[in-house]
């Protein structure tokens, strides 16, 4: 390109913006009003989460001492490459402002071919809800993110779907079981490119899993084996509230835009040809928006519901099905009481508003940085930053600059304080169990005792290896049944994924190399 054609280029991409901005004010506002309360509450608070992300980039780019393997990885790759231009202490923040501004273009985008109004569906989404956990743990905001992109161009006809669906899953793994939703392209060449697309990133996550742990499945059976294969012991009801939380002030605009369109659709089904299939498919491919939410909808649902333990973020994806009904219920509550059109930007603004009173009146406080810098503090006091540590705050202490793995389980802590390991607990972290027994820690020898703190274990410690912890959870929990019970569990990726399904753990097992068998509980043939 020629100097001048570079410059002319550089000139209309600046007048475009300009233009975009004043004619976009409120939605430009709204951005920037996220993106400062996104900064401000990672600068005022420590995530657990993000921490972990940070140091599984800091592990493969920096020579970090931490990794933890069930951990999708686009948020450390994005962090990672962040940090070329500001350092770790900035990449965060950078973050940050990338995933904020891939939601608003992602609500810009879908708006735009969905023919809504941007700014007011843009109002909708930051409720007091998304604004607490769209970042607070991570990845939920930017995998929601590239899920309204991917729809955006399912709806657009376009394959590029299956790269925004893809890196969607390997941002949150909640999103692997979506894939169905581009067959909603209605065309077999582009559900078939848009599938590849998918699997094509994906792939490049198992393949990595491969070549560094033995198993493509490694990651992805670890996150399982947490937060669902070992958990169906606590299975938790649905909780309503939770729901509550996440659609609240949009409620009855939810139910009436929801209501809308089930009664256009039925109506439309009602006048088509009867038993005309091709009547009935160019009806899905009109209304392909609507069945697309409809199937958002009812996924977003089943998803959380068949989650063992409940939390309200497991609900994040409902979040876009709730935005679009519930402008849709806004929109029809304009039109009856012949409001002008762009009235519909101002309603959305308020609600936006009082999303902010929930905000302040409700939001959770969460954790600082502060107690947790106390204990750092006292290791340095007391000469033991060298020592092996182990901590329940394991991840915020490795982020904090101190190496340290997970604590020890109740059954064999003395053992680990007389190999020489250093124990650092916090009480605010809530687990395990003993760090409110006062009589059990009495026995313990105890270099130092506060009102939230406890350091136990022997001034003479155990040197700190220098060595990475990058062990699995699947590999702690094998460790501590055989510490405690005698005998080995099957930790195999295909034996946690496919227990129940035959065949399926037999072409997992064929796969990698172990013949087409199946396993039992304790790793024998079955």
Same mark, same amino acid.
Request: aromatic share 16%.
């Given at each position: 390109?020629?100097?001048?054609?570079?410059?002319?280029?550089?000139?209309?991409?600046?007048?475009?913006?300009?233009?975009?901005?004043?004619?976009?004010?409120?939605?430009?506002?709204?951005?920037?009003?996220?993106?400062?309360?996104?900064?401000?509450?990672?600068?005022?608070?420590?995530?657990?989460?993000?921490?972990?992300?940070?140091?599984?980039?800091?592990? *493969?780019?920096?020579?970090?001492?931490?990794?933890?393997?069930?951990?999708?990885?686009?948020?450390?790759?994005?962090?990672?490459?962040?940090?070329?231009?500001? #350092? *770790? #202490?900035?990449?965060?923040?950078?973050?940050?402002?990338?995933?904020?501004?891939?939601?608003?273009?992602?609500?810009?985008?879908?708006?735009?071919?969905?023919?809504?109004?941007?700014? #007011?569906?843009?109002?909708?989404?930051?409720?007091?809800?998304?604004?607490?956990?769209?970042l607070s743990v991570g990845t939920e905001l930017l995998s929601l993110a590239f899920l309204?992109?991917?729809?955006?161009?399912?709806?657009?006809?376009?394959?590029?779907?299956?790269?925004?669906?893809?890196?969607?899953?390997?941002?949150?793994?909640?999103?692997?079981?979506?894939?169905?939703?581009?067959?909603?392209?209605?065309?077999?060449?582009?559900?078939?490119?848009?599938?590849?697309?998918?699997?094509?990133?994906?792939?490049?996550w198992l393949l990595y899993n491969y070549f560094a742990f033995g198993n493509f499945l490694?990651?992805?059976?670890?996150?399982?084996?947490?937060?669902?294969?070992?958990?169906?012991?606590?299975?938790?009801?649905?909780?309503? /509230?939770?729901?509550?939380?996440?659609?609240?002030?949009?409620?009855?605009?939810?139910?009436?835009?929801?209501?809308?369109?089930?009664?256009?659709?039925?109506?439309?089904?009602?006048?088509?040809?009867?038993?005309?299939?091709?009547?009935?498919?160019?009806?899905?491919?009109?209304?392909?928006?609507?069945?697309?939410?409809?199937?958002?909808?009812?996924?977003?649902?089943?998803?959380?519901?068949?989650?063992?333990?409940?939390?309200?973020?497991?609900?994040?994806?409902?979040?876009?099905?709730?935005?679009?009904?519930?402008?849709?219920?806004?929109?029809?509550?304009?039109?009856?009481? /012949?409001?002008?059109?762009?009235?519909?930007?101002?309603?959305?603004?308020?609600?936006?508003?009082?999303?902010?009173?929930?905000?302040?009146?409700?939001?959770?406080?969460?954790?600082?940085?502060?107690?947790?810098?106390?204990?750092?503090?006292?290791?340095?006091?007391?000469?033991?930053?060298?020592?092996?540590?182990?901590?329940?705050? *394991?991840?915020?202490?490795?982020?904090?600059?101190?190496?340290?793995?997970?604590?020890?389980?109740?059954?064999?802590?003395?053992?680990?304080?007389?190999?020489?390991?250093?124990?650092?607990?916090?009480? /605010?972290?809530?687990?395990?169990?003993?760090?409110?027994?006062?009589?059990?820690?009495?026995?313990?020898?105890?270099?130092?005792?506060?009102?939230?703190?406890?350091?136990?274990?022997?001034?003479?410690?155990?040197? *700190?290896?220098?060595?990475?912890?990058?062990?699995?959870?699947?590999?702690?929990?094998?460790?501590?049944?055989?510490?405690?019970?005698?005998?080995?569990?099957?930790?195999?990726?295909?034996?946690?994924?496919?227990?129940?399904?035959?065949?399926?753990?037999?072409?997992?097992?064929?796969?990698?190399?172990?013949?087409?068998?199946?396993?039992?509980?304790?790793?024998?043939?079955?």
């Amino acid at each position: 390109m020629k100097p001048k054609e570079k410059k002319s280029s550089i000139t209309k991409a600046g007048k475009a913006l300009i233009d975009f901005i004043k004619n976009n004010k409120i939605f430009v506002f709204l951005f920037l009003f996220s993106t400062s309360y996104f900064l401000y509450q990672n600068i005022t608070t420590i995530s657990w989460d993000l921490s972990v992300y940070v140091l599984n980039a800091q592990y *493969w780019f920096s020579d970090g001492f931490y990794f933890e393997t069930l951990r999708p990885p686009v948020a450390p790759l994005l962090i990672a490459f962040f940090n070329i231009f500001s #350092g *770790w #202490g900035g990449a965060e923040l950078l973050y940050i402002i990338f995933t904020s501004g891939v939601f608003a273009f992602s609500i810009y985008k879908f708006s735009r071919i969905a023919r809504l109004n941007h700014t #007011g569906l843009y109002a909708l989404s930051l409720s007091f809800y998304v604004l607490l956990w769209g970042l607070s743990v991570g990845t939920e905001l930017l995998s929601l993110a590239f899920l309204i992109l991917a729809t955006a161009y399912i709806i657009s006809s376009k394959p590029v779907s299956g790269l925004f669906l893809g890196l969607s899953a390997m941002t949150r793994y909640a999103a692997l079981g979506l894939f169905p939703i581009l067959l909603f392209h209605f065309n077999l060449k582009r559900i078939g490119k848009s599938l590849l697309l998918f699997f094509g990133v994906v792939f490049l996550w198992l393949l990595y899993n491969y070549f560094a742990f033995g198993n493509f499945l490694e990651s992805i059976a670890n996150q399982y084996a947490l937060n669902v294969l070992f958990r169906q012991d606590v299975i938790q009801p649905v909780n309503l /509230r939770h729901f509550l939380e996440v659609q609240n002030i949009l409620i009855p605009f939810f139910i009436l835009g929801l209501a809308f369109v089930i009664y256009k659709l039925i109506k439309e089904i009602a006048s088509s040809k009867k038993d005309s299939l091709k009547s009935l498919a160019g009806l899905a491919k009109k209304r392909k928006t609507e069945l697309l939410m409809f199937a958002l909808l009812i996924a977003s649902i089943y998803s959380y519901a068949s989650t063992p333990t409940k939390l309200s973020r497991y609900l994040f994806f409902l979040v876009f099905p709730t935005i679009y009904f519930g402008y849709l219920g806004i929109k029809g509550v304009i039109s009856f009481f /012949r409001i002008p059109e762009n009235g519909i930007t101002y309603f959305c603004a308020a609600i936006f508003v009082l999303n902010l009173g929930l905000l302040i009146e409700y939001g959770p406080h969460f954790e600082r940085e502060e107690p947790y810098q106390e204990g750092i503090q006292i290791l340095e006091e007391l000469n033991l930053t060298h020592c092996t540590l182990r901590s329940n705050a *394991w991840p915020i202490v490795n982020y904090l600059g101190i190496p340290a793995s997970p604590y020890p389980r109740q059954e064999v802590l003395k053992q680990s304080l007389e190999a020489g390991e250093i124990l650092l607990l916090y009480t /605010r972290v809530g687990e395990p169990e003993y760090v409110f027994d006062e009589i059990f820690l009495e026995e313990l020898p105890t270099l130092y005792k506060g009102r939230n703190i406890y350091v136990l274990g022997e001034e003479n410690c155990k040197e *700190w290896e220098g060595l990475p912890y990058t062990e699995t959870y699947l590999q702690r929990l094998r460790s501590f049944i055989y510490e405690t019970k005698g005998h080995e569990i099957n930790i195999n990726p295909c034996f946690i994924m496919f227990q129940s399904y035959g065949l399926l753990e037999k072409g997992c097992n064929l796969i990698h190399g172990k013949g087409f068998i199946a396993e039992d509980k304790h790793g024998n043939r079955d």
